[in-house]
C-alpha cells in the first residue's frame, strides 16, 4: 500500500462492472458446490470492495476541499450513477438468499450477514433510484453550504470550528462576540439550510412510501439495522435519561457556573470549565500525532501495531483548514484495510479527543478487518461502533499528561463530565427528529418551536443570552447529522452507556481491555443485543442500566473533581 495522499483515484468504469456482476450472477447460480458458490461469492466482494475504495477516495479529497471541482464532480457522479445500480444489486442479494448452500454460507459466515441481507433486499426498489439520487446531490450541497462559510474574527478567517476555539478564551467578551459571530453565520444561511432541509425530509418521506413503508422512522429503524428494538424503546431510554441524566447534567453545571464566576451560565460558557483556562494540547498538530503514537505503543501490542500503520501511510487529515467540510469522521478503505481519519484541529482540547474517539472507531476497524472474512463483517451499526470510539477515549486517560502536562486532571475533569453532559443533547436531536417525521408536512417555524419545547425538556440549563435566532429555537440546525445522517444521534447516547460501563469495569479492576477485544474483534457479525451480551455490556435501553450508569458517573465526577486540588 501506498500513502494515502499517493493512492491512485480512477473513477469506476460501472459499465465493465455491471458485466461483471453479470457474469458472477451466473456463475454463482450454476455453482454445483458450496466450496465452488463461496469462491465466486468472495470474488463478488473484492470487486465490490474496489469500487468502493475509489468512492471513498473521492469522498474524502472533497471533504478535504469542496472547493475541488474535480473531485466535487466525481462526487456528483457517484451520487446519480451508484443509486442506479441497485437493481443489479438487487439480484445479487436475492441470489444469496435463494442459493442452495445458505445453510453453509450462514454457517461459515452468520445469520447477521444473511439478515441484513433480507432487510437489504426489502430496501431497494427501482423506484427510490431518483429520490436517492436528489437526497444524495442535497446532501453534498448542504455540505458545501456550511463549509464554505467563514468570517473575519480578531484578525483571522474563522470557519464554526474556529470560532470554537475563541468560544473557549478565558476573556469572557471574547466568548461572546465569537458566539454572536457563529450565530450570525448560521442565522445567514438559515434559509438554505431549512430550505435543504425541507427538501430532505419530503425526498425521505417519498422513500420510505415508495417502499411501502407507513412512515419514513418505520424505515429508517430498518436500514439502520435497528432490528431488536423500535422507536417506543428509544422513547422510554430518552425519558431514562431525562429522569437520571439530566439532574446530574445541572448539578454539574450549576457547579461550573460558580468555579468560572458567573451568574448565569450562557451557552458561550458551556464549554468554559475552569477560570483559568481549559486544558489546552500542547504541541503542533505534528507533535500531537508523535505523541498519540507512542501513546498507543504503550497502551498495547493491537494498538501500537494499528497506529504505526496509520502513521506509516499517513492515514489522517486533521487541521481545519478554508473549504474543509465541517466536523469529524473515521471511514474505512476497504481494498486495503485501512482507515482513514478526517478531523478539523482548531487547538483546543477537542483536537486530542479526535485522536482517541476517531482513533477507537479505526482501531475497530483495522482490527476487525483482519479477523472477519468479509468487508461488510468489519464493522456494526453504530450503537456498537460509536461504543469502539468513546471507550478508546476513556481508556487513554493514564497517557493524558503526555499530551496536557501539569493541565491533566483538568482535562480528565472536563472530558468525563462533558461525555455525561452531551447525553441530553444527543436525546434531544433524537427527539427532534421522531418530532419532524411524525408531522412530515412541518415548516421551518414548526421545526424551531419543536426544537424549543424539546431543548427545555431535557436542557433545561441552555441560556443563548438572548440571541434571537437561537431563542426561537434555531440551533437544531447546527448539527450535520440531521441533514447528512438521519436518525443516527441516539446512537451516540446509547453507546457512551456502554463505553461508561467499560470504564467502570476498569476502573473496579476488572478485564475491560479483554472485553473491548473481544467487542472489536467481532465487527458485525452479530446484532445489537447479542453483541452486548458476548462482550458484558449491560443494555442501555433498560432502565435499570441508565440508574445504575448515572450512579457511577456521579461517583466519578466527584472522584475527579477531588484530584483537581
Not at 114 to 122: G, L, M, T, V
Request: aromatic residues 16%; contains cysteine; hydrophobic residues 35%.
Amino acid at each position: 500500500m501506498e500513502k494515502f495522499k499517493d493512492l491512485k483515484y480512477e473513477r469506476p468504469n460501472l459499465k465493465a462492472f455491471e458485466k461483471e456482476v453479470k457474469t458472477f450472477l451466473k456463475a454463482f447460480k450454476n455453482a454445483s458446490s458450496y466450496e465452488e458458490a463461496n469462491r465466486y461469492f468472495l470474488d463478488y466482494q473484492t470487486k465490490m470492495s474496489e469500487i468502493e475504495t475509489q468512492y471513498v477516495l473521492a469522498y474524502v479529497r472533497n471533504t478535504i476541499n469542496m472547493k475541488d471541482e474535480f473531485y466535487d464532480g466525481e462526487m456528483k457522479f457517484f451520487n446519480t450513477a451508484m443509486p442506479k445500480t441497485m437493481p443489479l444489486m438487487k439480484k445479487c442479494t436475492q441470489a444469496l438468499l435463494k442459493s442452495p448452500f445458505r445453510s453453509e454460507f450462514e454457517k461459515e459466515y452468520g445469520l447477521q450477514l444473511f439478515k441484513n441481507a433480507e432487510i437489504s433486499e426489502k430496501l431497494m426498489k427501482p423506484s427510490i433510484i431518483l429520490p436517492s439520487i436528489k437526497e444524495n446531490n442535497l446532501k453534498t450541497a448542504y455540505s458545501k453550504t456550511v463549509a464554505t462559510c467563514s468570517v473575519e474574527f480578531m484578525g483571522e478567517t474563522c470557519n464554526f470550528y474556529g470560532l470554537l476555539r475563541h468560544m473557549q478564551s478565558t476573556d469572557r467578551e471574547e466568548r461572546r462576540a465569537a458566539f454572536l459571530e457563529w450565530a450570525k453565520l448560521y442565522e445567514g444561511i438559515a434559509p438554505a439550510l431549512e430550505e435543504q432541509y425541507g427538501k430532505l425530509v419530503k425526498l425521505r418521506c417519498t422513500i420510505a412510501k415508495k417502499l411501502g413503508f407507513n412512515s419514513y422512522i418505520d424505515y429508517v429503524y430498518l436500514s439502520r439495522g435497528r432490528y431488536d428494538y423500535n422507536a417506543e424503546k428509544v422513547a422510554a431510554f430518552r425519558e431514562a435519561v431525562r429522569k437520571y441524566i439530566t439532574p446530574i447534567c445541572e448539578q454539574l453545571y450549576k457547579e461550573q457556573a460558580e468555579r468560572i464566576g458567573v451568574d448565569t451560565l450562557q451557552m458561550y460558557d458551556e464549554e468554559f470549565v475552569f477560570p483559568d483556562g481549559n486544558a489546552n494540547p500542547i504541541g503542533t498538530p505534528e507533535e500531537l500525532v508523535a505523541k498519540a503514537l507512542d501513546m498507543y505503543s504503550e497502551m498495547s501490542p493491537e494498538t501500537k501495531e494499528f497506529f504505526t500503520f496509520m502513521t506509516d501511510y499517513e492515514l489522517f487529515d486533521l487541521v481545519t483548514k478554508d473549504g474543509k467540510r465541517a466536523g469529524g469522521y473515521c471511514t474505512s478503505i476497504s481494498q486495503y484495510k485501512a482507515p482513514f481519519i478526517f478531523s478539523n484541529f482548531n487547538g483546543t482540547s477537542a483536537d486530542i479527543d479526535v485522536l482517541t474517539h476517531e482513533a477507537g472507531h479505526a482501531f475497530e476497524f483495522y482490527y476487525a478487518s483482519r479477523r472477519q472474512p468479509l468487508p461488510d463483517l468489519a464493522s456494526s451499526t453504530s450503537e456498537i461502533n460509536e461504543i469502539h470510539s468513546m471507550t478508546m477515549e476513556h481508556f487513554a486517560y493514564p497517557y493524558m499528561e503526555r499530551f496536557f502536562g501539569d493541565k491533566t486532571n483538568k482535562y480528565r475533569y472536563a472530558h468525563f463530565t462533558s461525555a455525561v453532559k452531551t447525553i441530553p443533547y444527543l436525546v434531544s436531536v433524537d427527539e427532534f427528529q421522531h418530532r419532524v417525521f411524525e408531522n412530515p408536512t412541518s415548516g421551518p417555524a414548526d421545526w424551531r418551536a419543536f426544537w424549543k419545547e424539546i431543548e427545555a425538556k431535557y436542557m433545561p440549563w441552555r441560556k443563548y443570552d438572548g440571541n434571537a435566532f437561537l431563542e426561537s429555537g434555531g440551533y437544531w440546525m447546527q448539527k450535520q447529522h440531521i441533514f447528512l445522517f438521519p436518525f443516527y444521534y441516539v446512537d451516540y447516547a446509547l453507546a457512551q452507556l456502554g463505553a461508561f460501563s467499560l470504564f467502570r469495569d476498569q476502573v473496579n479492576g476488572k478485564d475491560a481491555w479483554g472485553s473491548y477485544l473481544k467487542l472489536c474483534a467481532m465487527g458485525g457479525k452479530y446484532g445489537y443485543f447479542e453483541t452486548l451480551e458476548k462482550a458484558g455490556i449491560p443494555n442501555p435501553l433498560e432502565e435499570e442500566t441508565v440508574r445504575s450508569i448515572a450512579d457511577f458517573v456521579q461517583q466519578e465526577a466527584e472522584k475527579l473533581k477531588a484530584e483537581l486540588g
